[in-house]
Structure formats: structure tokens, C-alpha cells
Nanobody, 117 residues
Framework: QVQLVESGGGLVQPGGSLRLSCEAS????????MGWYRQTPGNQRELVAT???????NYADSVKGRFTISRDNAKNTVYLQMNSLKPEDTADYYC???????????WGQGTQVTVSS
């Protein structure tokens, strides 16, 4: 059974930082591309950042220079370090594991991030 469990969300003031974590089980973590996505009410889920099995990263323009995605294959965990947070970063953040060769993917349950003073 595949599980992706996010943690680290919460309430933070503008300009602050948070680190999200997503621990995976039930998959061979190291071969999956891992990603963070976010969604606000009434809107589609959007890509925030991805990291391939080889460590190549990709970011949405809106978070470049502020967010950093990383992974620890020994811990089956992907992280999203979020700095200089803005109110527009407020969303539910979801972790996704994706395997290109089989077009197989899994989602976590999400963690809420609220940026507000």
C-alpha cells in the first residue's frame, strides 16, 4: 500500500519560512520523480516544484529563488523549504510521486499553509 504523508504546514507571517516534508512508503522512492503542488479553493492544483530521481529540479516561476525542493532517498522523504513567504503562497500543499516509465503516480493528503499577519 502506497502512502505519502505530508507534514510541516501551518500559519506563518509574511516573510517567514516553513519546511514541508513528505515521507513515502510502499514505493521504491529513489526511482520516482517527487513533486510539490498546491491548490486554493476554486482553482486547479498547480505545480510548485519537482525533483527527479537524478536530482534535477524544476520550479514554478512564482517560487523561484524562494523555495527549494530536496530529497533524502535514505529517509524516503522529499522536502520543500519555503522562504520569504507571501500571502499568495497560502494554499493546500500536496506531495506527488511520479514514475515516468509506467505513468504511475500517487498523491498525499495535503498540508495547509497559511501566510498571514
Amino acid at each position: 500500500q502506497v502512502q505519502l504523508v505530508e507534514s510541516g504546514g501551518g500559519l506563518v507571517q509574511p516573510g517567514g519560512s516553513l519546511r514541508l516534508s513528505c515521507e513515502a512508503s510502499g514505493i521504491i522512492f529513489s526511482i520516482y520523480t517527487m513533486g510539490w503542488y498546491r491548490q486554493t479553493p476554486g482553482n486547479q492544483r498547480e505545480l510548485v516544484a519537482t525533483i527527479t530521481s537524478g536530482g534535477t529540479t524544476n520550479y514554478a516561476d512564482s517560487v523561484k529563488g524562494r523555495f527549494t525542493i530536496s530529497r533524502d532517498n535514505a529517509k524516503n522523504t522529499v522536502y520543500l523549504q519555503m522562504n520569504s513567504l507571501k500571502p499568495e503562497d497560502t494554499a493546500d500543499y500536496y506531495c506527488r510521486a511520479y514514475r515516468l516509465s509506467t505513468n504511475q503516480y500517487y498523491w498525499g493528503q495535503g498540508t495547509q499553509v497559511t501566510v498571514s499577519s
